[in-house]
């Protein structure tokens, strides 16, 4: 399991609690492939009228 070279924070930690320790969490390849799914399941389109 990855863990954040800067905070310690465990991937699987990070992943279980959906909150990261520090900004070098996201550069932990689980959390990177996690995060960017979440993302773009919330993104949503600025609509224009
Ligand atoms: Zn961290």
């Keep these: 399991m990855e863990r954040c070279p800067k905070c310690g924070t465990s991937a699987e930690e990070i992943l279980e609690t959906g909150f990261v320790g520090c900004e ?3 550069e932990l390849p689980t959390v990177k492939k996690a ?3 979440m993302f773009d399941g919330k993104k949503h389109k ?3 009228d």
């Design 24 to 26: 070098k969490c996201y």
């Design 35 to 37: 995060v960017g799914k």
């Design 46 to 48: 600025a609509k224009k």
